[in-house]
T-cell receptor
Framework: AQSVAQPEDQVNVAEGNPLTVKCTYS??????LFWYVQYPNRGLQFLLK??????LVKGSYGFEAEFNKSQTSFHLKKPSALVSDSALYFC???????????FGAGTTVTVRA | EAGVAQSPRYKIIEKRQSVAFWCNPI?????LYWYQQILGQGPKLLIQ????????DSQLPKDRFSAERLKGVDSTLKIQPAKLEDSAVYLC???????????FGEGSWLTVV
């Protein structure tokens, strides 16, 4: 079975400060990891993914994520947050040998001016 | 490139009524998914198609939900009769067969009163 945990329901940061959204996962094989963002009344937008290779993955809108196999984590980061980054962020995982994508419950990010 | 198209965007119905949602995936994407996202939760897979065949419908409440993809392109998700707990966002998504990244539409927001 595979699962994802996003331990923080909400993250609040000031504009210009670093932003981190945490994600831990559990799979039986090799993980394929994803981050999506959802703005109010919108669908999910793909941000970035880790399949294999470099543990630091760069994605859209200046976001990056670091894969840590020993800690089974895939935290999303942005060096300098913008007010427009305020949204709902979902981490997702699937096992290399499976097609099902499992999502976390989401983390609401609020960036204050 | 056009994204995943969904309609209607918003629907309000009374319990025990029926509703249908339509989805047109990204061109060339043979795999199509329907997810249900209840407020405060991550998306949950309802059904996955590969071309016009069902790959997984284990989470689809088959007593009231049905989905079809007759020509391997567009898909329709139907709920009949609707219950209050069906109030959610219904997200259609698509990917290339075996593709790692799933792309989502804007969602169809259902309120059952």
């Amino acid at each position: 079975a595979q699962s994802v945990a996003q331990p923080e329901d909400q993250v609040n940061v000031a504009e210009g400060n670093p932003l981190t959204v945490k994600c831990t996962y559990s799979v039986s094989g090799n993980p394929y990891l994803f981050w999506y963002v959802q703005y109010p009344n919108r669908g999910l937008q793909f941000l970035l993914k880790y399949i294999t290779g470099d543990n630091l993955v760069k994605g859209s809108y200046g976001f990056e994520a670091e894969f840590n196999k020993s800690q089974t984590s895939f935290h999303l980061k942005k060096p300098s947050a913008l007010v427009s980054d305020s949204a709902l962020y979902f981490c997702a995982v699937r096992d290399e040998g499976d097609y099902k994508l499992s999502f976390g419950a989401g983390t609401t990010v609020t960036v204050r001016a | 490139e056009a994204g995943v198209a969904q309609s209607p965007r918003y629907k309000i119905i009374e319990k025990r009524q029926s509703v249908a949602f339509w989805c047109n995936p990204i061109s060339g994407h043979a795999t199509l998914y329907w997810y249900q996202q209840i407020l405060g939760q991550g998306p949950k897979l309802l059904i996955q198609f590969q071309n016009n065949g069902v790959v997984d419908d284990s989470q689809l409440p088959k007593d009231r939900f049905s989905a079809e993809r007759l020509k391997g392109v567009d898909s329709t998700l139907k709920i009949q009769p609707a219950k209050l707990e069906d109030s959610a966002v219904y997200l259609c998504a698509s990917s290339f067969p075996g593709g790692n990244t799933i792309y989502f539409g804007e969602g169809s927001w259902l309120t059952v009163v």
